[in-house]
């Protein structure tokens, strides 16, 4: 079963195009928890939940209640239908993690309508799960954002990363780039290593690294050490603009 969680037309606020026009379909499941980026969400329980900044969209646990369930790749087409449009904009696929959904018939159904109908495809994701390039030339079409998560998300080192998958999300795809979260407590503690051992599986991907934040304050604390950072090491340095402006605000 396929979960969204929610949709909004805006601008990408992270990566290589940000400022784009971009509708955003946030898919629910993650096979990731990140609780070392310490955002928290509180549920309808009352139960703090920590985790990533869409944590509401991770856990299934506590937020599942407001997931919505899709049964046909009508229900995700319709969702193009509800915004004014200029011609065929970016489509963002994030979550959670959508590769989950990979191998789902409504889920591949959905992206070759997409690339049909001339829409740019993007997809935010970890890059631990691959896909069957062969299988689903649609995703040979699309654009991976590798947010490979490091030890600062608290997660298993083997758990987030594969080099062979990411090595085939990036050589097999249309395009991608690395997009790195980064706190300023953890610029010293050995990130800098662990961005290389994760570059030499692809080492012609442009890297993008991005203040952690699921605040307008968090992501400030974090920025300036951060530009530091990019500027020894040659990074690019992504802003979190959706945060910046709209700070906590979800479907922006």
Same mark, same amino acid.
């Given at each position: 079963? *396929?979960?969204?969680?929610?949709?909004?037309?805006?601008?990408?606020?992270?990566?290589?195009?940000?400022?784009?026009?971009?509708?955003?379909?946030?898919?629910?499941? #993650?096979?990731?928890?990140?609780?070392?980026?310490?955002?928290?969400?509180?549920?309808?329980?009352?139960?703090?939940?920590?985790?990533?900044?869409?944590?509401?969209?991770?856990?299934?646990?506590?937020?599942?209640?407001?997931?919505?369930?899709?049964?046909?790749?009508?229900?995700?087409?319709?969702?193009? =239908?509800?915004?004014?449009?200029?011609?065929?904009? =970016?489509?963002?696929?994030?979550?959670?993690?959508?590769?989950?959904? /990979?191998?789902?018939? *409504?889920?591949?159904? !959905?992206?070759? /309508?997409?690339?049909?109908?001339?829409?740019?495809?993007?997809?935010?994701?970890?890059?631990?799960? =691959?896909?069957?390039?062969?299988?689903?030339?649609?995703?040979?079409?699309?654009?991976?954002?590798?947010?490979?998560?490091?030890?600062?998300?608290?997660?298993?080192?083997?758990?987030?990363?594969?080099?062979?998958?990411?090595?085939?999300?990036?050589?097999?795809?249309?395009?991608?780039? !690395?997009? !790195?979260?980064? =706190?300023?407590?953890?610029?010293?503690?050995?990130?800098?290593?662990?961005?290389?051992?994760?570059?030499?599986?692809?080492?012609?991907?442009?890297?993008?690294?991005?203040?952690?934040?699921?605040?307008?304050?968090?992501?400030?604390?974090?920025?300036?050490?951060?530009?530091?950072? #990019?500027? /020894?090491?040659?990074?690019?340095?992504?802003?979190?603009?959706?945060?910046?402006?709209?700070?906590?605000?979800?479907?922006?």
């Amino acid at each position: 079963m *396929i979960y969204l969680v929610e949709h909004f037309y805006s601008i990408q606020g992270e990566g290589k195009y940000t400022g784009t026009p971009s509708l955003f379909l946030r898919f629910g499941g #993650c096979n990731m928890k990140c609780e070392g980026f310490g955002c928290s969400e509180t549920s309808r329980t009352g139960v703090d939940v920590r985790g990533c900044d869409t944590v509401y969209a991770v856990n299934k646990e506590h937020f599942s209640h407001s997931w919505i369930p899709i049964t046909s790749v009508q229900e995700l087409l319709n969702i193009l =239908d509800k915004y004014e449009l200029p011609n065929a904009v =970016d489509i963002v696929l994030t979550g959670g993690e959508p590769l989950i959904y /990979a191998n789902d018939l *409504i889920f591949v159904d !959905f992206l070759n /309508a997409l690339h049909k109908n001339g829409h740019k495809i993007c997809f935010e994701t970890n890059g631990s799960l =691959d896909v069957d390039f062969e299988k689903y030339p649609v995703y040979k079409e699309c654009i991976f954002a590798l947010s490979v998560k490091l030890s600062n998300s608290g997660e298993n080192l083997k758990k987030r990363v594969n080099g062979d998958i990411i090595f085939s999300l990036a050589s097999s795809s249309k395009e991608s780039f !690395f997009k !790195f979260s980064i =706190d300023r407590n953890s610029i010293n503690l050995g990130l800098e290593e662990e961005i290389e051992d994760v570059l030499i599986h692809s080492p012609s991907t442009p890297v993008y690294c991005m203040p952690v934040g699921g605040s307008k304050k968090e992501v400030e604390r974090n920025t300036e050490p951060l530009i530091e950072f #990019c500027k /020894a090491k040659g990074y690019n340095f992504s802003d979190r603009l959706h945060i910046r402006i709209w700070d906590k605000n979800k479907g922006v």
